[in-house]
């Protein structure tokens, strides 16, 4: 029997999946030292979109996270989420770069990343970027079902992933879609083509499978999961490592984690969600339906909420059985960012409009021009593709290339003199947010359940009927009493 290790996910994808990255700065900080004991092999600590969404919401500076948390872990190497090649919007190529520079600076040396049709072919270059600068690359082999995505499309994406020699590979199963059944048949597919490459294996709750496939994963050969910590396990994100560490054990493996150091951890985010509202991850109900549209779960969320703007909230149901056709006709692209928000998109006006591409956006054209992918151009509906650029608004995207300008040319734009760090987050936050950031001061400070007292003292004060409190232990005492300003 071998030994097990996890890779945590709690303060990215568990963070961005079941709270969409609400956690404040001072909330992670508070007990990042105690996740540190618990023996990951390494943690997702970073991804880009922090920037917009911190500067945004939470009037935080996501580089406080980087240089502060970043000393906080001395036991686990951090890992970035991303590339060299950004997933939706064309960000240039040198901030990109920059940011990988200056995440490794901050011994960040590990990232994972993906393209939407696991095209190995752009991979090659970035990976040999990202190696010059110091990160290793974990190369993502993303699952999906169509009737395309067959054993010998696998079998060969592996041999492509694996040909770029990456650090590792890591089977990406997104939207839950994984059964255990096709995890037993495919999973040794992929550990067969891709040799001698360390593979990891990452899957989401979506359908409730994910666990169940995680320990067929271990019982074929794979050494190495990707886990978070509850409440920010389960529902939309990975599962429980509590539950996968139990059940590893008892399949006469070796978990290589600290389940009693991580209890603290679980106590302080369940204390949290409580306090700000946030949902606890649970594990989901089995739905068949995800298989006909493959819509992600957050995705789902967002398009209800504009559905609702707009009031057809009732159409939701009509709009994901029409993103199962508009899948089928875009060549059953993977369903992952950008790719799932084309299709949505077009399924959500196909039904608003009432005529199926009546009207069509620009990503959709430039999808069907293979902007975002060659793939896309052979394995489009050819109908579909000759309506959506037989329309004039087809003819301004032809032949255009997205822009990469220098880094010279980008810092133009920008304030003269300002940091590196500073010239990546105006880039992805904006001049106005960031200016309003120079008042904001450090993170706010969070108890990490190391202080119960304090913690005790705080809840009582916010009891409005209790004038007066008296604590007693050997040694000690304590009396609070509310008095009025008169």
């Known amino acids: ?50 920037f917009k969404k911190y500067v945004h919401e939470h009037k935080e500076n996501p580089w406080d996270w980087v240089r502060l948390g970043s000393k906080k872990f001395t036991q686990t190497r951090l890992r970035y989420h991303g590339g060299m090649h950004s997933a939706f919007e064309k960000t240039p190529s040198c901030i990109l770069k920059l940011l990988a520079e200056r995440l490794v600076s901050y011994g960040i040396t590990v990232t994972r990343m993906s393209n939407s049709w696991n095209d ?76 001698a490459t360390p593979l990891e294996f990452h899957a989401h709750c979506n359908t409730g499978q994910a666990p169940l ?14 886990t978070s910590v509850p409440p920010l396990a389960n ?15 008892v399949l006469g493996h070796t978990p290589c984690v600290d389940e009693k150091a991580l209890e603290p951890v679980r106590n302080y985010f369940m204390d949290l969600a409580r306090k700000k509202g946030f949902p606890v991850g649970k594990p989901m109900e089995y739905d068949f339906g995800q298989y006909l549209h493959q819509v992600p779960g957050g995705m789902i969320s967002n398009l209800r909420h504009q559905l609702k703007i707009v009031g057809l909230e009732d159409k939701l ?16 692209p993977i369903m992952v960012t950008p790719l799932s928000q084309f299709v949505g998109a077009q399924a959500a ?32 509906d ?50 106005d947010p960031v200016n309003a950031l120079q008042s904001a001061g450090k993170p706010r400070e969070y108890l990490n359940g190391k202080e119960p007292l304090v913690k005790l003292i705080e809840d009582i004060t916010k009891h409005k009927t209790c004038d007066q409190v008296y604590i007693s232990r050997p040694g000690f005492s304590l009396r609070l009493e509310r008095r009025s300003h008169a």
């Open 1 to 50: 029997m071998s030994e097990i290790h996890f890779i945590d996910t709690t303060f990215r994808d568990g963070n961005q999946s079941l709270w969409a990255l609400n956690m404040p700065i001072g909330a992670m900080l508070a007990i990042a030292e105690q996740t540190d004991k618990a023996g990951f092999e390494s943690m997702e600590f970073f991804v880009s979109i922090m």
């Open 120 to 195: 190995y072919d752009r991979f090659k270059e970035e990976l040999d970027e990202l190696t010059a600068i110091g990160m290793e690359t974990v190369a993502n082999l993303i699952y999906t079902v169509s009737p395309r995505h067959t054993d010998e499309y696998f079998a060969q994406k592996a041999r492509d992933a694996a040909a770029m020699k990456p650090f590792r590979i890591c089977f990406k199963d997104v939207g839950g879609l994984l059964s255990p059944e096709r995890a037993r048949t495919l999973i040794p597919i992929i550990q067969k083509n891709i040799g």
């Open 213 to 226: 496939c995680y320990l067929e994963a271990v019982k074929l050969g794979v050494h190495t999961l990707h």
């Open 235 to 249: 529902g939309s994100g990975q599962p429980s490592i509590f539950n996968i560490a139990r059940n590893v054990r």
């Open 317 to 332: 149901e009509e709009v994901l059985e029409e993103a199962g056709r508009v899948r089928a006709e875009f060549g059953y």
């Open 349 to 380: 006006i196909n039904v608003i409009f009432g005529e199926r591409y009546k009207e069509v956006v620009d990503q959709v054209i430039q999808y069907a021009l293979g902007i975002w992918g060659k793939e896309a151009t052979r394995v489009m």
């Open 382 to 431: 050819r109908n579909i593709k000759d309506k959506i650029l037989g329309r004039p608004r087809a003819k301004d995207w032809e032949g255009w290339t997205p822009p990469d300008p220098s880094l010279a040319e980008v810092r133009r734009k920008f304030p003269c003199g300002i940091s590196d760090e500073e010239l990546i987050l105006r880039f992805f936050a904006g001049d």
